[in-house]
Structure formats: C-alpha cells, structure tokens
C-alpha cells in the first residue's frame, strides 16, 4: 500500500477518484480531524467569548491574539470539515473548485498565522525594549518610537494582506493546489516540482519562514537582553508597568511561535525535499502526518492561553464558572500603550 502510494503521479489520485490509502486509516485520519476541529472551535470561541466579556483584555496587544484566533477558527470551521468529510468518503469530494478553495484558505489562515506572530514580536520588542518611559535602563526620557493603535491596525492588516497574496498565487497560475497522496486532501501541488513550483516554494519560505524568524530572533534576542538589563540595574520596581504581566505575554508569545515552529516544520521539510529530491521518494506517511501536523496548530494556541499567561487564566476560569466581571480582578497595576484597551 505504501509503495503505491509513493509512486502515484499527478494524473492516478483525479478529484473524486479512488486513493491509494485503505478506508480505515482515511477513517482514522477522519476522526481526528473531528476530534481537533471539536477541540479546536470550542476553544477558540471560548477565548473569543473572554475578550468579549472582559473589555480589560481587549488591547492592542491582545488584538493581536484576538486575530490569531480568527485563523485558527477559520482553519478549524472550513478546512477541518472539509478534509474530514472527503476521508470517510475515502476521496476528495468537493471538485476541482472545492480544492482550490480549501488549499487557498488552509495556505492563506497558516500565512496569517505566522504574519501575526511576527507582529507580536515586534509588539514585546516595542513594550520591552522601546517603552514609553525611554529606550536606557530607568532613564526618564522620550523614547524613540511610540506604537499607536493605528501602528498596530496597520502590522495587523500588512499580515492578512501578505497572506492573501501568498494564498492566490496557486490559483493564477504560480505554483498549483491538488489532491495529496491521500487523494482526500488538498494542498501545494508539491508532486509536479516543475520550475513554478520550487519558484513559489523558494520566495514563500524566504518571505514567510526565513524572515518573519529572523525578524522574532531579533525581537527576543533583544527582549532577553533588556530583561537581563534591567533586572542587573534593580530597577524594576520603578518602571509603571505590570512587570510580571509583561513576562507573561512574552513567555506565553515565545511559546506560540515554537509550537507554531514544530507543527509548520514537517509541512516545509516536505515542500523543500520536493523542490530539490523526487517527490516520489518522499515517505508516504511524511506526507500523510505533515499536514495533519500543520492544522493541529489551531488548537493548542488557547491552551498556551491559559498555562502562560496569568490574566487570561483567571478571565477563562472566571467565566467558566460563570462569575461577574466585577468578581474576576484582570489588572493591578497601571497599563503600557500597547495594553490599554481599545475601547478606550
């Protein structure tokens, strides 16, 4: 079975044919692609639901978050349905059209993701490194770079823009989306490694993988200095920040991009060995387990809500337990630019 599955070409998985895969692991394949996308949408209305309640949460920086939420539930509502459906059909069932349309937005929610991410980034690189009370350590002076709210509006939409590009280029023509090896998904049509291909693959791992890591490199590198900083200089107790808050964030947005960083891996390992080997070399459960390992990204964001960041643990339990807004405490102490809320 493995064997027939690495030597198919681009014409033996036709939308709506037969797969090389038996229905039972299209059926297991199906129902953990229910089970994430239960896990996944429940999880991510519930964070949206807690910024709706608690207008203390609704800041620039957490925007952000309320962003990324957006594409995994996007993920999550479309993509997961969609794919999980054609398993326990045991083929693609949605047709030419319904393929193009499923990769785009999978490549389109997974473009968003990391554009965001980078934000975030640069959003602890400004908050920590270039706050409002200066650019020294403890010194009271102007600092050199001041985010708005329409700064933030403006990185925000820069990445959603970024990834509509990115997302229709296979559909004019740049590249292309079909079925995978499983004939029950859709994505880049990373079989056909003609020169569109490893063109589109180069210029989207250079301008959404090799940058965006290098710009929260740059960001955190930064961010580890300044803590370090500060902490030798015993200054921050004077800084009007919530210090602990402010580690929070940045610990919890570390751990997204890493986790981002191991479910998005395997799905780049692929598309790089099809640029520069024979695709048909390529294990047949790589191909399998690689972008499954890329949607599993969209549920384990709100878990790293709730284990890293101390604000959004006590609005998620304060409302899971149906308590008042006057009854769950979100801030002690007063707020940066990038954490007053937006209402305001």
């Known amino acids: 079975m493995i064997e027939a599955a690495l030597n198919i070409s681009d014409d033996a998985v036709p939308y709506g044919g037969k797969s090389a895969f038996t229905q039972l692991e299209h059926n297991i394949v199906a129902a953990y692609l229910i089970t994430a996308g239960v896990i996944s949408l429940s999880s991510n209305i519930v964070v949206l639901l807690m910024f709706l309640k608690f207008k203390e949460l609704r800041t620039a920086t957490n925007f952000i978050i309320i962003n990324l939420a957006f594409t995994d539930i996007g993920v999550a509502g479309i993509g997961y349905p969609m794919s999980a459906a054609s398993d326990l059909h045991g083929s693609w069932k949605f047709g030419y059209t319904g393929c193009q349309i499923y990769a785009a937005l999978n490549i389109f929610f997974g473009m968003a993701s990391i554009g965001l991410l980078t934000v975030v980034a640069i959003d602890r690189y400004l908050t920590i490194c270039r706050p409002d009370i200066g650019t020294g350590v403890c010194k009271k002076q102007e600092s050199f770079f001041k985010m708005t709210l329409r700064s933030y509006n403006l990185l925000i939409i820069a ?3 970024n990834a509509v590009f990115w997302s229709s280029m296979p559909i004019v ?3 292309s989306y079909a079925p995978d090896p499983t004939g029950a998904t859709c994505t880049i049509n990373w079989r056909n490694n003609d020169a569109s291909f490893i063109s589109y693959t180069m210029a989207v791992i250079a ?5 965006p890591l290098s710009v929260m490199f740059y960001c955190y590198f930064n961010v580890s200095v ?4 500060y902490k030798a200089s015993n200054c921050l107790d004077s800084i ?13 947005s570390i751990l997204m991009i890493v986790m981002f960083l191991v479910a998005w891996s395997p799905y780049s390992m692929v598309c790089l060995w099809a640029s520069f080997g024979d695709p048909k070399t390529i294990p047949a459960p790589m191909a399998i387990i690689a972008p499954l390992f890329a949607k599993s990204s ?16 006590r609005a998620i339990t304060g409302m899971l337990r149906c308590q008042t807004r006057q009854r769950v405490t979100i801030n002690t102490l007063p707020m940066t630019t990038s954490q007053q809320p937006l209402t305001q």
């Open 226 to 229: 300044t803590v370090k900083r």
């Open 240 to 252: 009007n920040v919530d210090w602990s808050d402010q580690m929070d964030v940045t610990k919890m």
């Open 298 to 313: 969209t549920f384990y964001n709100p878990c790293i809500y709730v284990i890293a960041n101390r604000k959004f643990r």
């Open 173 to 175: 023509g740049w590249a």
């Open 159 to 161: 990445a959603w823009l």
């Open 207 to 211: 301008v959404n993988f090799v940058v």
